[in-house]
């Protein structure tokens, strides 16, 4: 209580005909009220203050990431993470403001803090990993690291994101295997659906075939599923085909790339390698013992299909009389 406040009631107990012990007597009990209510308007004050501020700098944030995409994925990060901002503000005011109001009731603080210095220091001891998880899972959810659904590699770990929170992130991998994967021990990781992703397929013409005819009908193929309009949606840009990559003993190998929406890379590879490898069979550029299509990358999911099956030879006819 200020100054002029003070005098204000000191001068109100007079005109009561308080004096003495008994106005300092009702002094205090009308001071201490006092305090713990403007303890109480200022905590409720700086919580909604701070709860606004705490949605203002995820809004900043969001501009400089892919946060700031118009989608329910980033509105519902944006929220999440306001809200954890939120809730960590509130906490700290309102821990201060109970201490404050503690001190106005006549609670001794020293041993009170002292204890407390102690019990958070042994938390802050075994809870290090929890710590360093909620501020990595912070970064991760902030940045768009990536999301729920996204196709990621974590380590030897590589599956669809299930869950993503502050705490963990849990892949289903290609077999089934759900694991389960601490934020803090996340130091690198590949995200195969964020943006764009590229379907890379190399094509072995045989040793012999004629290459330039076979480059043509790559081409002639991979321009069919530009202009397929059921595929349209899942390439983002017109396939290219580059041309001969490398050279061996079984052949020529001819490489082409594609740009695919994000989670199409794989069915993307795939249709590329029928249609081109049943168009070299047919052509007669490769036979069924050399039509191979092969995939740059070792151990993919999406590996070459089995070459067609030769059609039948018709059965002769059946003799007359």
Known sequence: ????????????????????SAAS???SLIE??????????????LCKIGSRLAVRGVTRLGRTTPLAEKSARAEQRAATLAGVAASTLRVAIWTVAILLIAGEVGLN?????????IVGLALAFGAQSLVKDFVSGFFILAEDQYGVGDLITVGA??????????????????DGTVWF???GDIRMVGNAAKDWAKAVVDIVVPKGADLALAIAAITNEVDTLAADEA??????EKPQVLGVETMGTEGVTVR?????????RARVARELRTRIGARLYREGIASRQDWRVESPVPGSPDAAPSPPSPPEPPLPPLPLG
């Open 109 to 117: 603080l020293g041993p009170l803090l002292a204890g407390a210095g």
């Open 157 to 174: 770990v590589q599956g669809n994101v299930e869950e993503v929170n502050l705490r963990v992130t849990t892949i289903r991998a290609n």
């Open 231 to 236: 595929w349209a949606e899942a390439l983002t």
């Open 25 to 27: 007597t009702v002094e």
């Open 1 to 20: 209580m200020d100054c002029q406040t003070r005098d204000l009631v000191c001068k109100a107990l007079h005109q009561l005909g308080l004096e003495g």
């Open 256 to 264: 082409v790339e594609v740009k695919t929406a994000p989670g199409n």
């Open 181 to 183: 994967v601490p934020n």
């Open 32 to 45: 201490g009220p006092f305090r713990i209510a403007f303890i109480l308007i200022a905590a409720m004050v």
